[in-house]
Each structure stands twice: as C-alpha cells, then as structure tokens.
C-alpha cells in the first residue's frame, strides 16, 4: 500500500459513496477517475434529496401553507450555505441557477442588455483564454456577434500555462469584461488571478472567474479573489447535477438587467410593463432547482466537515504520485504542466500513437473509468496539435492504489496495441 502524506482517511471517506463499491464488466471493481465530470455523492446528499421529496416537496416563496414555508427556508438556507461557502459579503449576491455554462450566460447576456457603464457593443472588447471551456467561449462568442464587439484571448505556452507577456496589449482601455478559467479542466492548470484582475481593474474592465474546477477542491474566497463574477456547478462538488451558482457583486447585480423572465423576478406586472424583485430573485425566474439546491447544501455541509484545506492537501499529494507514475509510463505525454505545484488534480495525456478513444475503451474493460476527447476545450487540442487527451481526475475519495491500477492499466494499453 502506498503512503503518502498529506492524504485523508479515504477508507472512512469512500463508506459514504455507495457507488464506489460497484463492480462492473463481470466482477471488475470500478476505479473513478472522472471527477472533472463529474463526482460521485455522498449518502449525506442522497439522503438529503429523498427527505426533501418525502417531506418537504413544494413550490417556494407564495405558498402559506406548512409545506411551501419549509420548502422555501430549504432552499433558502442553501443560498447561506453556499455565501458561507465562498466568503460572499451578502447572501443576496447568490444566485442560483442550472449550471455553469447557465451562470456565464447570464452574465453574457447582463452586459449585453446592459446600459452605460456595462454595455457591450461594437466600440468594446471581450477577453477570455486559449484554455476555456467551451462555456466560457461560446457566449462570449455569441455575444460578440449580436454586439459587434471584438473578441480577443490570451495564447498558452509550450508547458500549458497562459502566456501574459502581452498583457497590456491583450487587456486595453476598450476592454469591458475580461472572463477566464481558475482552475483549468483540460490542462489542469491554476491561472494566476491577482495578474489579470489587477490589470483588468486598471483599465476599469470587469472580471468574470469560471471556478468550476475550482470550487469542488480548494478554499474559494471570492472577496479574496477580487472578482465581480464568480461561476461553478454543483454536480462538480459532490451535490447533485441541476445546480449551479452564479455570484456577483450586489452593486451589479442591482444595476444590471435581468435575463430570464417570468414568475418569481418581478415586483408588479401590467400589460404595459413591469418592475423587478431585487437580487437575487431578479435572476431566477421560474420554479428554481429547490430539491437540486437542497442538495447542494447538504454537499457543501459534507466537504465543510472534511475541510476544503485538507481536500487540498489530500489532491495535491495525489497529483504529484501521479504525474510521477505517468511519467513512467512509455511514450506518455502529459498535455499541461508536469509538476503539482499551481495545478489541479485533472491530468490530461497522450499514449504514442494510440487513439484516447480506444485507452480509455480499453481502460474500461478494466473497469477504469476516465474521460476522452476535447473535453469541451477543443482549441487546447488544436494548439497542442492533438485530436483528443486522455483524462484522469481524482477527488477527496481517490485513492495512491487507484493512481496505480490506472498506470497497470496503461500498460496493458500499450500491450493490447502492440
């Protein structure tokens, strides 16, 4: 058994996932390595959904009766958990809504509704990265488009890290919104945050952080991060998929037009217009995700009795093992940094001149489970000159022997071709 410190007591850890003791393809045990995906649930969160439905289940916020009350303090509570959760100054400032790709959207289509100050049209500029998600793509893209505003990105180096050497160039005084990933889900990479948000604050742009890869990991202040937008997903976090969260600096949310309309965001409505319901209500329009946020809270319950620091530690002792043992392995390359310092526990990589596609069909006849493909960042692939990666993730529950079984199971790839 392999010991390394820093690690959390996953034999406790991995009793509250059910699924984790499945066997597949014939008595195989499964070994997860696809939390960049999306993670697996605790009992705490199962249970946590099945009380709601059970129990509780009703439309929040009218409703007078027992139900509609307990229902809404719920899902309400959820919105403390998660303010608590990232350091926000206000409750208000949280915003629920489906996913990530959702909260980029919104905030996507706020600047493009938007009056002076905020507005983008042909006479501003959009900034992202090389190294996106495609939802931190495609809206921006769209949104350019409907505006006539230029799109403009920073590149990545040879070694899967944002090249700022053009900051000043990239990032000018027609910048509006500058948009970018803290935690890469295809190189793995950790962005450094205090660089692009001091320039965008000289040049008055705002600050848009996808923490999707982030928050599930690490401590997330978003006071400390200086943001004025921060997006993440819950299915990413242990609670369950449905969810996700968009905050924001409530100044902005104030001044910015909602997106969505219907019940809920309004204050008065006529046949000739309407007012608004302050935020953050003023973006949810609809029936919300209540069971989904519900659940979100008893996830961000269960990883604040772990600890967000000890689940740092534990995920940075096993990417280290494992860009280690990867590198061991024959005509392996990794795509995105090779060392564990200011990176991620998602590690992406190539085997010679076998396909992704057919290691990881092979990896899951052993019952491996990884990731294949772009993984929603198509241009990393064009710029590294490669048609798709292999991925392996780990999380609070990966184990030094899964690391292990997936090197064996390379090995037997590299066997199985020849």
């Not at 400390?224 to 976090?237: C, I, N, P």
């Not at 604040?304 to 043992?325: C, N, P, Q, W």
Request: proline share 5%; with cysteine; net charge negative.
């Amino acid at each position: 058994m392999t010991l390394l410190p820093g690690l959390l007591d996953t034999e406790a850890i991995r009793k509250d996932f059910p699924i984790l003791d499945r066997q597949v393809h014939e008595g195989r045990k499964l070994v997860y390595l696809d939390n960049a995906a999306t993670s697996q649930k605790p009992r705490q969160v199962l249970d946590a959904l099945s009380e709601y439905y059970e129990r509780y289940n009703a439309n929040v916020h009218r409703g007078v009766h027992v139900l509609a009350e307990e229902a809404t303090a719920l899902y309400e509570g959820a919105r403390d958990k998660v303010a608590a959760f990232v350091n926000a100054p206000s409750r208000d400032e949280v915003i629920f809504t489906k996913n990530a790709s959702e909260s980029l959207n919104l905030v996507a289509n706020m600047l493009g509704w938007a009056d002076e100050p905020y507005r983008v049209d042909s006479e501003t500029e959009i900034v992202i990265t090389e190294m996106e998600h495609h939802s931190n793509i495609v809206p921006w893209q769209l949104l350019a488009q409907r505006t006539g505003a230029k799109l403009k990105w920073f590149g990545l180096t040879d070694d899967g890290r944002l090249d700022l050497s053009n900051i000043d160039q990239v990032i000018t005084e027609k910048t509006k919104i500058v948009s970018f990933v803290l935690v890469s889900n295809i190189l793995g990479t950790q962005n450094p945050v205090e660089a692009i948000v001091r320039r965008a604050q000289e040049v008055g742009a705002l600050v848009c952080i996808d923490a999707s890869q982030a928050a599930p990991h690490m401590p997330l202040d978003v006071q400390a991060l200086q943001a004025d937008f921060v997006a993440f997903t819950g299915h990413k976090m242990c609670g369950p998929t449905g969810i996700g969260v968009l905050w924001g600096r409530q100044e902005l949310l104030e001044d910015l037009p909602p997106f969505l309309g219907g019940g809920e965001m309004i204050e008065t409505v006529s046949m000739h217009s309407s007012t608004y319901a302050p935020a953050p209500h003023k973006f949810e329009a609809g029936t919300p995700p209540i069971a989904q946020a519900v659940g979100l809270g008893a996830a961000i319950d269960y990883l604040d009795s772990i600890g967000m620091d000890k689940i740092l530690a534990h995920e940075h002792a096993l990417t280290e093992y494992a860009v280690k043992r990867l590198l061991e392995v024959p005509d392996l390359r990794i795509i995105g940094p090779t060392t564990a310092e200011e990176r991620g526990a998602a590690i992406s990589f190539t085997l010679g001149d076998i396909h992704p596609h057919d290691v990881g069909q092979v990896l899951d006849e052993q019952g491996i489970a990884v990731r294949v493909g772009h993984h929603c960042a198509r241009p990393v692939c064009l710029r590294y000159g490669i048609p798709a990666t292999t991925r392996a993730s780990f999380y609070l529950y990966s184990t030094p022997a899964e690391i292990d079984a997936l090197v064996d199971g390379l090995e037997h790839v590299r066997n199985f071709f020849g």
